[in-house]
T-cell receptor, first 113, second 110 residues
Framework: NAGVTQTPKFQVLKTGQSMTLQCAQD?????MYWYRQDPGMGLRLIYY???????DKGEVPNGYNVSRLNKREFSLRLESAAPSQTSVYFC????????????FGQGTRLTVV | GQQLNQSPQSMFIQEGEDVSMNCTSS?????WLWYKQDPGEGPVLLIA?????ELTSNGRLTAQFGITRKDSFLNISASIPSDVGIYFCAGSNTGNQFYFGTGTSLTVIP
């Protein structure tokens, strides 16, 4: 009954370093999402993938890349981390249909120093 | 990107009181969702609404899909300390994008 699993849970990076955030879901959902959450800003969509093999930019895609590795996995990559990317990152998944709900992972708390 | 207007931003209430919060949008949605986020955790789905005018309950929580399809409301009755957290609304049309409110932070004073 795992749902959406994110790794790692915490990470500290130096400016300029790169890293990949991993996300996997076991609900057989077609759609997957990456959000960032900053104080007072709610959840902002970075990228999403409506199905395996497709990805689309969301509201705040700059500085990020994504890969939909297969139906289960959707990774988020920071090529050259900046302090402005300090945030909490959430992965989510949903079925791809008109009336549906998104289910979230527990988040990755990233600090860029 | 579209962000929903959620109010109030924060609430401090006594245990046992009822709570009301709402969410408005400039666009119509086919689906309204309400989530709760505990500190250090991801948002957890509380209630999903799919039809204008729909009223749905989940224990002490009741949510309504506004008839204009541009708003939604969440009520919590007889609040308890474990209701503490941040409540988010979200709207969706296609199921490919979910738009979130900025959250209502709820503090329950025992």
């Amino acid at each position: 009954n795992a749902g959406v699993t994110q790794t790692p849970k915490f990470q500290v990076l130096k400016t300029g370093q790169s890293m990949t955030l991993q996300c996997a879901q076991d609900m057989n959902h077609n759609s997957m999402y990456w959000y960032r959450q900053d104080p007072g800003m709610g959840l902002r969509l970075i990228y999403y993938s409506a199905s395996e093999g497709t990805t689309d930019k969301g509201e705040v895609p700059n500085g990020y890349n994504v890969s939909r590795l297969n139906k289960r996995e959707f990774s988020l990559r920071l090529e050259s981390a900046a302090p402005s990317q300090t945030s909490v990152y959430f992965c989510a998944s949903s079925e791809r249909r008109r009336n549906t709900e998104a289910f979230f992972g527990q988040g990755t708390r990233l600090t860029v120093v | 990107g579209q962000q929903l207007n959620q109010s109030p931003q924060s609430m401090f209430i006594q245990e046992g009181e009822d709570v009301s919060m709402n969410c408005t949008s400039s666009s119509i949605f086919n689906t309204w969702l309400w989530y709760k986020q505990d500190p250090g955790e991801g948002p957890v789905l509380l209630i999903a609404l799919y039809k204008a005018g729909e009223l749905t309950s989940n224990g002490r929580l009741t949510a309504q899909f506004g008839i204009t399809r541009k708003d939604s409301f969440l009520n919590i009755s007889a609040s308890i300390p474990s209701d503490v957290g941040i409540y988010f609304c979200a709207g969706s049309n296609t199921g490919n994008q979910f738009y979130f409110g900025t959250g209502t932070s709820l503090t329950v004073i025992p």
